[in-house]
């Protein structure tokens, strides 16, 4: 029998006077000196938080404003102007395109090159002077709900209250003419048409990102990396078979979202299905080289976790899913086009969301605002058609 077990000889009677706390320190300056020798983490705790606060604080706005507008001006009048400069004085709207007709005022929302569209039908004053109570036209782009609803929320009463004085000396009785909004693309402003073709964008930037970067770390934590380079293979040829396989079950993801939003959740999908499955080809690559780059620049998986998620929350939160895109600063919007591969909708997968919605109402495209102008000045301008 041993000392220490003999009875009535416990360890704690040699307990050294603070020892717990003096092991607690020892143990507490070898996590720092280890956290001093690894360096990456040592910068992502610093750099993260700082980037992330810099970053997001600048360019998300829930609330976006000077929304890219084009106007339809068929006539040069004192009122035609003063509707124009109330409406830029509301902050939300910023006129960019001026058209001279319906087709190219058309094509211009389909395209995404403006989210709002101010028509102001030929005789409107004429209209207004006349008491006939005509309707000021102003379409919106409705694929990102979030970003045109703020806009004609506030559409109405802004524009009442800068334009009652103007043809009224005292409180008018009543607005003198009608602003009709009409929401394209998605009217019922169903939030399931913006987010479901953009979470095919989301899942992928995750997920692939994560299983790159994972996949030469993995193989250098389990010491088989060595074995991998001492057989007779180039390293692009372990970079291909590391990347080819993820292609193919980024494939299957992208399969499953899509085929669940349609039968789920009812988004439609028409077009070229080919397209979509280039630009998911070109955006599932583009995630697993940039996993696979940080893959070969950390030490362990955790930094390969950490690396990810460093790439991940720009990426997703300067895409426009979240927040809306239009609302974001300039600079903003170039990190979010270049750097970070989540931009949607863009050039990349995340044009799906663009493209199910503004085609999950094909009707509203061959709505009184798309028909011929004449028709469109009818209803806006009653009694001025004969």
Same mark, same amino acid.
């Given at each position: 029998?041993?000392?220490?077990?003999?009875?009535?000889?416990?360890?704690?009677?040699?307990?050294? @006077?603070? =020892?717990?706390?003096?092991?607690?320190?020892?143990?507490?300056?070898?996590?720092?000196?280890?956290?001093?020798?690894?360096?990456?983490?040592?910068?992502?705790?610093?750099?993260?938080?700082?980037?992330?606060?810099? #970053?997001?604080?600048?360019?998300?706005? +829930? +609330?976006?404003?000077?929304?890219?507008?084009?106007?339809?001006?068929? %006539?040069?009048?004192?009122?035609?102007?003063?509707?124009?400069?109330?409406?830029?004085?509301?902050?939300?709207?910023?006129?960019?395109?001026?058209?001279?007709?319906?087709?190219?005022?058309?094509?211009?929302?389909?395209?995404?090159?403006?989210?709002?569209?101010?028509?102001?039908?030929?005789?409107? %004053?004429?209209?207004?002077?006349?008491?006939?109570?005509?309707?000021?036209?102003?379409?919106?782009?409705? +694929?990102?709900?979030?970003?045109?609803?703020?806009?004609?929320?506030?559409?109405?009463?802004?524009?009442?209250?800068? #334009? %009652?004085?103007?043809?009224?000396? =005292?409180? @008018?009785?009543?607005?003198?003419?009608?602003?009709?909004?009409?929401?394209?693309?998605?009217?019922?402003?169903?939030?399931?048409?913006?987010?479901?073709?953009?979470?095919?964008?989301?899942?992928?930037?995750?997920?692939? #990102?994560?299983?790159?970067?994972?996949?030469?770390?993995?193989?250098?934590?389990?010491?088989?990396?060595?074995?991998?380079?001492?057989?007779?293979?180039?390293?692009?040829?372990?970079?291909?078979?590391?990347?080819?396989?993820?292609?193919?079950?980024?494939?299957?993801?992208? +399969?499953?979202?899509?085929?669940?939003?349609?039968? #789920?959740?009812?988004? @439609?999908?028409?077009?070229?299905?080919?397209?979509?499955?280039?630009?998911?080809?070109?955006?599932?690559?583009?995630?697993?080289?940039?996993?696979?780059?940080?893959?070969?620049?950390?030490?362990?998986?955790?930094?390969?976790?950490?690396?990810?998620?460093?790439?991940?929350?720009?990426?997703?939160?300067?895409?426009?899913?979240?927040?809306?895109?239009? =609302?974001?600063?300039?600079?903003?919007?170039?990190?979010?086009? =270049?750097?970070?591969?989540?931009?949607?909708?863009?050039?990349?997968?995340?044009?799906?969301?663009?493209?199910?919605?503004?085609?999950?109402?094909?009707?509203?495209?061959?709505?009184?605002?798309?028909?011929?102008?004449?028709?469109?000045?009818?209803?806006?301008?009653?009694?001025?058609?004969?």
């Amino acid at each position: 029998m041993s000392l220490v077990d003999a009875p009535g000889h416990s360890r704690d009677s040699r307990e050294p @006077p603070f =020892g717990f706390w003096r092991r607690s320190y020892a143990m507490l300056v070898k996590e720092f000196i280890q956290l001093r020798r690894d360096r990456v983490s040592f910068a992502m705790i610093v750099m993260i938080p700082v980037m992330q606060l810099m #970053l997001f604080g600048y360019a998300i706005n +829930t +609330t976006p404003r000077n929304l890219p507008t084009a106007v339809l001006l068929q %006539e040069d009048s004192d009122l035609a102007r003063s509707i124009l400069k109330a409406l830029e004085n509301t902050a939300y709207f910023r006129f960019t395109r001026e058209v001279h007709d319906v087709a190219e005022f058309d094509n211009l929302l389909l395209s995404g090159k403006v989210l709002f569209g101010v028509e102001i039908p030929r005789g409107f %004053e004429r209209a207004v002077r006349r008491g006939d109570h005509p309707a000021l036209l102003v379409a919106a782009d409705a +694929t990102d709900p979030v970003a045109a609803g703020s806009a004609l929320g506030a559409l109405g009463v802004v524009v009442q209250t800068a #334009l %009652e004085h103007d043809l009224f000396t =005292g409180d @008018p009785p009543s607005m003198p003419f009608e602003i009709r909004a009409h929401a394209r693309y998605n009217p019922a402003g169903s939030s399931r048409l913006n987010i479901v073709p953009g979470l095919v964008g989301t899942i992928l930037t995750m997920t692939m #990102l994560i299983f790159t970067a994972l996949s030469v770390t993995r193989e250098i934590e389990r010491g088989t990396m060595e074995s991998l380079l001492s057989m007779p293979i180039k390293p692009v040829e372990i970079m291909l078979g590391k990347i080819l396989p993820y292609v193919l079950v980024g494939f299957i993801q992208a +399969t499953l979202i899509v085929g669940i939003g349609v039968l #789920l959740f009812g988004v @439609p999908v028409q077009g070229s299905l080919i397209m979509l499955a280039l630009l998911s080809t070109l955006f599932i690559t583009t995630n697993l080289s940039i996993g696979y780059t940080f893959s070969t620049i950390v030490q362990n998986q955790l930094q390969a976790m950490q690396l990810s998620m460093m790439f991940f929350l720009p990426s997703i939160l300067l895409s426009g899913f979240m927040f809306p895109f239009a =609302g974001m600063p300039v600079w903003a919007q170039y990190f979010g086009e =270049g750097p970070f591969p989540g931009r949607e909708p863009g050039d990349k997968i995340g044009a799906s969301r663009q493209f199910c919605a503004r085609r999950a109402n094909p009707e509203s495209r061959d709505s009184p605002m798309c028909n011929h102008t004449s028709e469109v000045h009818a209803r806006a301008c009653p009694g001025m058609t004969g």
